[in-house]
């Protein structure tokens, strides 16, 4: 699994209702990405944090929330006020600077 | 703005050789990915350019040049499970990586 590990895999949940997507990884590395992937579009940042209690919106940041509470838990919550939630969403983490990110399974999330 | 430019779907035969080609415009740039990507899964790493010139591993290949702010993914030898979306991403002045919209690899007997 590449060290990092999200559950679950697909995710149904009602128009208005938040939603926490979990990502965790066994590796001890500092920093941890949520990605957004839509079809026909490349992968965007949502949040990113390098460290513990710290982390920095990324590009489409409006409408979730993230925690670093733990080195090895970075969860992200989808709230009621993301317009289009329905999306593949991809956590990832890395080494650090220049270095790849390793993605987990994704979760598949659909807003009815 | 930072852009990343790759055809949308390319069509290949078992067997074969096929490139698919990446163009970006970044703020900095620290390097360029490609990452492999089957239908309903994550992307997996396949390479990584920094410096100019061409890093073979295996039946893939990737190259770089900086000047012209262009990359190749070259895969040789086609099989079926190469059918996969195969992604370009650079990687900016902040290390933060800036995504193509992907490449669909459709492989044909």
């Known amino acids: 699994d590449g060290g990092i590990t999200q559950s679950p895999k697909y995710l149904f949940r009602k128009e208005g209702q938040n939603v926490t997507l979990s990502c965790e990884q066994n590796?001890?590395?500092?920093?941890m990405y949520w990605y957004r992937q839509d079809p026909g579009q490349g992968l965007r940042l949502i949040y990113y944090?390098?460290?513990?209690?710290?982390?920095q919106k990324g590009d489409i940041a409006e409408g979730y929330s993230v925690s670093r509470e733990k080195k090895e838990s970075f969860p992200l919550t989808v709230t009621s006020a993301q317009k289009n939630p329905t999306a593949f969403y991809l956590c990832?983490?890395?080494?650090?600077?220049?270095?790849?990110?390793?993605f987990g399974q994704g979760t598949r999330l659909t807003v009815v | 703005g930072q852009n990343i430019d790759q055809p949308t779907e390319m069509t290949a035969t078992e067997g074969a050789i096929v490139q698919i080609n990446c163009t970006y415009q970044t703020s900095g740039f620290n390097g360029l990915f490609w990452y492999q990507q089957h239908a309903g899964e994550a992307p997996t790493f396949l390479s990584y350019?920094?410096l100019d010139g061409l890093e073979e591993k295996g039946r893939f290949s990737s190259f770089l040049s900086r000047s012209k702010g262009y990359s190749y993914l070259l895969l040789k030898e086609l099989q079926m499970k190469d059918s996969a979306s195969y992604l370009c991403?650079?990687?900016?002045?902040?290390?933060?990586?800036?995504w193509g919209a992907g490449t669909k690899l459709i492989i044909k007997p």
């Open positions: 590796l001890n590395h500092d920093a």
């Open positions: 350019n920094v």
């Open positions: 990832a983490r890395s080494i650090g600077d220049r270095s790849e990110a390793f």
């Open positions: 944090s390098q460290i513990v209690n710290d982390f």
């Open positions: 991403a650079a990687m900016d002045s902040n290390y933060q990586l800036i």
